[in-house]
T-cell receptor
């Protein structure tokens, strides 16, 4: 069935780059999303990429998409302590507006 | 413009009790969704409503019912709560196939 996989934890030092990886299975997905969840809060849309793109950059965020390998990554440049959160990737399953989420990657940024 | 609002924020129930989680959006979106979030499992879709007057099952609908009261409101009902329904519940809204916007969540504990 449809599945989205992420590693559960990532720890980096402040100022370093963070790379969060995600693999998905639905090759017909139109959009792939990255959401951020801070403790006790809802999900905040960070960025998304259209499936016919390879890369999208938005300030400190870079999204890379490898459609052949069904691999998505989120790079955060100059990671700050305020970036500590859980990051979810999601694909829109069957282009019907239903999102399939990964388990979330908990990013810990140490000073 | 409040976006997506949910009530209550927290709830404790005893096994067998019933309750309704409320969700409202002021973005004039056609589609609304209910998810549950459990540790290590990401978000899973319970029910969704593609437009006013329609509802459909998601990945984990058992034990829940929904009502799309009007375009703005989409409620989730637990008729007889079970400990397995202890979770954080998120409502979201979107235009069909577009970005989903999430509410702050309802934390439910079933004893």
């Amino acid at each position: 069935g449809e599945d989205v996989e992420q590693s559960l934890f990532l720890s980096v030092r402040e100022g370093d780059s963070s790379v969060i990886n995600c693999t998905y299975t639905d090759s017909s997905s139109t959009y792939l999303y990255w959401y951020k969840q801070e403790p006790g809060a809802g999900l905040q849309l960070l960025t998304y990429i259209f499936s016919n793109m390879d890369m999208k950059q938005d300030q400190r965020l870079t999204v890379l998409l490898n459609k052949k390998d069904k691999h998505l990554s989120l790079r955060i440049a100059d990671t700050q302590t305020g970036d500590s959160a859980i990051y979810f990737c999601a694909e829109d399953y069957n282009q019907g507006g239903k999102l399939i989420f990964g388990q979330g990657t908990e990013l810990s940024v140490k000073p | 413009n409040a976006g997506v609002t949910q009530t209550p924020k927290f709830q404790v129930l005893k096994t067998g009790q019933s309750m309704t989680l409320q969700c409202a959006q002021d973005m004039n979106h056609n589609s609304m969704y209910w998810y549950r979030q459990d540790p290590g499992m990401g978000l899973r879709l319970i029910y969704y409503s593609a437009s006013e007057g329609t509802t459909d099952k998601g990945e984990v609908p058992n034990g829940y019912n929904v009502s799309r009261l009007n375009k703005r409101e989409f409620s989730l009902r637990l008729e007889s709560a079970a400990p397995s329904q202890t979770s954080v519940y998120f409502c979201a809204s979107s235009e069909v196939g577009e970005t989903q916007y999430f509410g702050p969540g309802t934390r439910l504990l079933v004893l």
